[in-house]
């Protein structure tokens, strides 16, 4: 199974693409300028935010958090080589499940 990094490095880019064939007369090294920890916290700040705009109570705010994360990073971790169109509807399938058990039991 890949790695995140794996799977980040084996992306074609046009640069890569254009620096092979001999159109790029040089080949700039890429680099993650977005810090490791901003998508966690962006996560957090947005679920809020929106949970904040809709008047949602707290505890649905926090109802929601595993369905943001899932929409979120579902699709990159629970890639085990099926392809993105399946592993998009999987994640949708998880998320209506979960949301149908929860409107089921809690709310």
């Known amino acids: 199974m890949k790695t995140l990094e794996d799977k980040i490095t084996s992306v074609v880019e046009i640069g890569d693409t254009l620096h092979s064939c001999g159109c790029a007369p040089y080949k700039i090294e890429k ?3 977005v810090p490791q920890w ?3 916290i962006g996560l ?6 929106l949970g904040i705009i809709f008047k949602a109570r ?10 943001a994360i899932l929409a979120m990073w579902g699709p990159l971790f629970l890639d085990f080589g099926s ?3 399946v592993v998009t509807w999987v994640t949708t399938v998880l998320i209506t499940l979960y949301s149908t058990w929860l409107a089921k039991h809690w709310i």
């Open 31 to 33: 680099m993650n300028e």
């Open 38 to 40: 901003l998508p966690y």
């Open 44 to 49: 957090i700040v947005l679920s809020s935010s």
């Open 58 to 67: 707290g505890i649905d705010i926090l109802y929601g958090f595993p369905i």
């Open 83 to 85: 392809g993105l169109i």
